[in-house]
């Protein structure tokens, strides 16, 4: 089980006033993540759905600062490059800006 709690670190502020409340603080928010490991090591999200989670610039930026720390802290996905990874949790969204995802990252390819 992989938990990462990501910090409001890059001057999001208020969740409020950049999701306009249509992401609801504390709920969980089911959902997968695609994403590959390039041979470069780049990494892209191929896939993302969260079911009614509405899109917003605190969830991407949560969700790219997540697969960030996984590469860095997760030896056996940050040497395996040219792979393709799953992950199948759920995103969590706090009233401080802080946001959590918690769930499995399995290997595809």
Known sequence: MTKIILKNSNGIGNINSVSRGKTRPRKKYLGTILFANGIYGDVSVIQSDFG????????HLHQKQF???VMKHDIRIKNDFGSIYHFDGYYRLFKN????FVGEINKVM
């Open 52 to 59: 009614k989670l509405p899109d917003s610039e605190v969830f």
């Open 67 to 69: 697969i960030s720390e």
């Open 97 to 100: 800006g802080s946001g959590r």
